[in-house]
């Protein structure tokens, strides 16, 4: 009997985090393609020949730039995600579509809608990565006076994310009935009104948009600490987060795993797919250079906004030698920062830059140099030691990078037998192996 070895998983994000640090100067990079559609599709039929799970589509609700001199240098303009994965649907027959939505700056049924919408347009293909949003970064371009506060937007987020899978179930599955003879289209028995009315939504429905073809499109859940981790077991498919060493892995995939069964779900129903970087050479050496490559075209100043997103501050009034605001001030007061402020009293850390190096090198991306057998050795390694179901593949340069991850580290993971060489169904659930939902109006 043949044994089956455990299959990785992996997506790609179709943007690149070094672009606005100054990687759209390399040569092979296409930054006058930002917005070009034809640049994504590429970019996704690249990924889809490579037979990747899904796209993975950040987002933001503000520019990077915080100031004229990174708003010269930086990339400061990218596509909405749900917009641009609803164009790549019907550019793409496979891959899964994940695109980033806020739940601070979002209403629940909009938000439905789109998702539901897009799932149906891509054959069962969507997925929504649930986020919260950093601090008040992006609260600068929306009336705040009804958003919560911070220490309330996980509450927030729980009753926002109930009450989208509530009305993605507002209509049982064989609701449509399309019966010419009778003119019956629909069956109201099987079409659901929600009367939900919570702490920070009053909703009706049901949805104007008939059940997703997945039931739910896919969850993803990006995040660490252990109220994080309670939800992503409950109601998670996918956990997204930065993760460095296999020791570390391994700790944060069996603490994710062990709190499933308390909701009467299988080690297999929820996914760990941390962040990962890769380099790629056809020799040691030269993968090496590369790398140094990259790092010489970044700008040697720490942008504002990604001190701001690893302190969870916002320190746009702050210069980075600035003395570390206390917790209490008005626009110091997030709970990430809070803790990171603790830590940096520990370690004698004093500037915002002095913390912002330190929270760098603690929480960086799993990041791999070398040859595609290296960073297939690595790979593996992860996967059989259970540390990983799979990984977020995050590129340093598009469409370079995604070429050497597919043409060269793809092919020497398929040797190996632990990635497919064919897509086996039609859906994102089908691919990741996670399971569809029950309606929750269904009894039985």
Same mark, same amino acid.
């Given at each position: 009997?043949?044994?089956?070895?455990?299959?990785?998983?992996?997506?790609?994000?179709?943007?690149?985090?070094?672009?606005?640090?100054?990687?759209?100067?390399?040569?092979?990079?296409?930054?006058?393609?930002?917005?070009?559609?034809?640049? &994504?599709?590429?970019?996704?039929?690249?990924?889809?020949?490579?037979?990747?799970?899904?796209?993975?589509?950040?987002?933001?609700?503000?520019?990077?730039?915080?100031?004229?001199?990174?708003?010269?240098?930086?990339?400061?303009?990218?596509?909405?995600?749900?917009?641009?994965?609803?164009?790549?649907?019907?550019?793409?027959?496979?891959?899964?579509?994940?695109?980033?939505?806020?739940?601070?700056?979002?209403?629940?049924?909009?938000?439905?809608?789109?998702?539901?919408?897009?799932? /149906?347009?891509?054959?069962?293909?969507?997925?929504?990565?649930?986020?919260?949003?950093?601090?008040?970064?992006?609260? /600068?371009?929306?009336?705040?006076? /009804?958003?919560?506060?911070?220490?309330? %937007?996980?509450?927030?987020?729980?009753?926002?994310? *109930?009450?989208?899978?509530?009305?993605?179930?507002?209509?049982?599955?064989?609701?449509?009935?399309?019966?010419?003879?009778?003119?019956?289209?629909?069956?109201?028995?099987?079409?659901?009104?929600?009367?939900?009315?919570? +702490?920070?939504?009053?909703? %009706?429905?049901?949805?104007?948009?008939?059940?997703?073809?997945?039931?739910?499109?896919?969850?993803?859940?990006?995040?660490?600490?252990?109220?994080?981790?309670?939800?992503?077991?409950?109601?998670?498919?996918?956990?997204?987060?930065?993760?460095?060493?296999?020791?570390?892995? #391994?700790?944060? &995939?069996?603490?994710?795993?062990?709190?499933? +069964?308390?909701?009467?779900?299988?080690? !297999?129903?929820?996914?760990?797919?941390?962040?990962?970087?890769?380099?790629?050479?056809?020799?040691?050496?030269?993968?090496?250079?590369?790398?140094?490559?990259?790092?010489?075209?970044?700008? $040697?100043?720490?942008?504002?906004?990604?001190?701001?997103?690893?302190?969870?501050?916002?320190? !746009?009034?702050?210069?980075?030698?600035?003395?570390?605001?206390?917790?209490?001030?008005? *626009?110091?007061?997030?709970? !990430?920062?809070?803790?990171?402020?603790?830590?940096?009293? #520990?370690?004698?850390?004093?500037?915002?830059?002095?913390?912002?190096?330190?929270? @760098?090198?603690?929480?960086?991306?799993?990041?791999?140099?070398?040859?595609?057998?290296?960073?297939?050795?690595?790979?593996?390694?992860?996967?059989?030691?259970?540390?990983?179901?799979?990984?977020?593949?995050? $590129?340093?340069?598009?469409?370079? !990078?995604? /070429?050497?991850?597919?043409?060269?580290?793809?092919?020497?993971?398929?040797?190996?037998?632990?990635? @497919?060489?064919?897509?086996?169904?039609?859906?994102?659930?089908?691919?990741?192996?996670?399971?569809?939902?029950?309606?929750?109006?269904?009894?039985?």
């Amino acid at each position: 009997m043949l044994h089956c070895k455990k299959q990785l998983k992996l997506s790609t994000l179709l943007i690149t985090p070094g672009s606005s640090g100054g990687g759209w100067r390399d040569q092979t990079a296409q930054p006058e393609r930002i917005l070009d559609f034809a640049f &994504y599709r590429e970019l996704a039929r690249t990924a889809e020949e490579g037979k990747l799970d899904y796209i993975f589509q950040p987002d933001k609700y503000t520019i990077s730039a915080n100031s004229p001199e990174e708003l010269r240098r930086g990339i400061n303009v990218w596509p909405e995600p749900v917009t641009l994965l609803s164009a790549l649907a019907g550019a793409t027959s496979h891959i899964g579509l994940s695109a980033t939505i806020s739940t601070t700056y979002h209403e629940p049924f909009h938000v439905a809608r789109m998702l539901a919408t897009l799932d /149906h347009l891509s054959g069962g293909r969507a997925s929504w990565n649930v986020v919260t949003s950093i601090g008040d970064l992006d609260a /600068h371009n929306f009336r705040n006076d /009804h958003r919560p506060l911070h220490e309330q %937007r996980h509450a927030h987020s729980e009753e926002f994310l *109930d009450v989208v899978k509530a009305l993605w179930d507002s209509w049982e599955d064989d609701a449509i009935k399309i019966d010419r003879e009778t003119g019956d289209f629909a069956d109201p028995a099987k079409i659901h009104t929600l009367h939900h009315e919570g +702490a920070w939504f009053s909703v %009706r429905g049901p949805l104007n948009v008939a059940r997703p073809i997945q039931g739910h499109p896919v969850i993803i859940q990006a995040g660490r600490s252990d109220t994080f981790r309670e939800r992503a077991a409950q109601q998670g498919d996918v956990v997204f987060t930065a993760l460095r060493t296999l020791p570390e892995a #391994q700790a944060f &995939y069996f603490d994710l795993k062990r709190r499933l +069964a308390k909701y009467g779900r299988a080690t !297999s129903d929820l996914l760990l797919m941390p962040g990962l970087n890769v380099v790629v050479g056809a020799t040691e050496a030269e993968a090496k250079e590369k790398r140094e490559h990259q790092e010489r075209l970044l700008l $040697p100043e720490a942008r504002k906004d990604i001190v701001s997103s690893s302190l969870g501050l916002d320190i !746009s009034g702050y210069s980075l030698d600035d003395p570390l605001p206390e917790p209490d001030l008005a *626009d110091a007061g997030t709970a !990430s920062y809070r803790q990171w402020k603790q830590t940096a009293d #520990q370690l004698g850390l004093v500037t915002i830059r002095q913390l912002y190096e330190h929270v @760098r090198q603690q929480s960086g991306h799993f990041s791999i140099t070398g040859t595609p057998a290296q960073i297939a050795d690595r790979l593996e390694e992860w996967l059989t030691n259970d540390a990983a179901d799979g990984f977020t593949f995050i $590129p340093h340069l598009l469409p370079q !990078s995604l /070429h050497d991850l597919v043409h060269f580290v793809i092919p020497e993971l398929q040797n190996r037998g632990i990635f @497919r060489t064919e897509y086996s169904g039609s859906t994102l659930r089908e691919h990741l192996g996670v399971p569809r939902p029950s309606n929750r109006f269904v009894v039985g």
